[in-house]
């Protein structure tokens, strides 16, 4: 009963986190709701279920690190740290005006932000410092760094994956969103990613596969995660671009266009 509910309680909050998503790229008439809700359940389970933080102190020394690879994702992440009390929920309306502190991409300042995204592939190398800064400050804190797939073209991730081999940085969790399409169409026809499993178990990561909205992997991946030894672990999440809009579902055009502030009823009605 207990993990009954506990899905339950994360099930409720992924369905609000996409309807403040879809409110605040409508409102902002610009954005990228593909890529943010594929990857809802992902930052439910880490921020409301696995992560150790305190929002009242975003600055707090033994906090475990998110860190936002794929930064057009930004939406995602706003209503995520907005629910989890870092700031006014309200605030997730200011989506892309100007002056306001919520952008296109994350920036330093906004609470709960480690690290400013937008610049694909970068995530995993400030994954890999942030946790050998753990290691040799003597803390417990872990490092969360969220990808996406297309971004697993990049020459940096692997370096970064090297990297982290090399130090056998078992503190550190990479997620890979992978919903198979990137900004201007598939994967496999842009550049192919099979075999993505097995390229990261020759660079030594433990690798663990999931079903990127069944709650229960994603917590037993994530403690998986944390009892691994002497290697860093990389969480493969099979998601679906656009997840939760039958017409936003599989469609490259969704990376980056927003529903019609017009429209949003009817769009938010699929919710239900």
Not at 11 to 16: L, S, V, W
């Amino acid at each position: 009963m207990e993990a009954a509910q506990e899905v339950g309680r994360l099930k409720g909050t992924a369905r609000n986190t996409r309807k403040l998503i879809l409110e605040s790229l409508a409102e902002a008439g610009s954005g990228h709701p593909g890529g943010s809700l594929s990857a809802v359940e992902l930052l439910v389970t880490l921020f409301f279920h696995t992560m150790k933080y305190d929002a009242k102190n975003p600055a707090w020394p033994d906090r475990d690190r998110f860190f936002l690879s794929k930064g057009h994702a930004a939406p995602l992440l706003y209503a995520i740290l907005a629910q989890a009390g870092f700031f006014p929920v309200e605030e997730l309306m200011t989506l892309r005006k100007m002056g306001a502190r919520l952008q296109g991409h994350p920036s330093l300042g906004i609470p709960g932000v480690e690290a400013p995204a937008g610049s694909e592939g970068i995530g995993l190398s400030l994954g890999v410092g942030a946790s050998l800064a753990a290691r040799l400050d003597r803390r417990t804190s872990r490092t969360y760094v969220l990808m996406g797939d297309g971004e697993q073209q990049e020459g940096e991730v692997w370096e970064a994956a090297m990297a982290a081999s090399k130090y056998r940085l078992d503190n550190l969790t990479a997620i890979i969103d992978r919903n198979g399409i990137q900004q201007d169409g598939l994967t496999e026809q842009i550049m192919p990613l099979e075999p993505l499993a097995s390229k990261w178990r020759a660079f030594n990561w433990n690798v663990i596969e999931v079903d990127g909205y069944d709650f229960l992997q994603l917590i037993d991946g994530f403690d998986l995660a944390a009892s691994t030894r002497n290697r860093p672990t990389v969480i493969i999440a099979h998601t679906v671009k656009g997840k939760g809009i039958s017409f936003m579902e599989w469609s490259p055009h969704y990376h980056g266009t927003a529903p019609a502030k017009d429209k949003l009823s009817d769009v938010l009605s699929e919710l239900k």
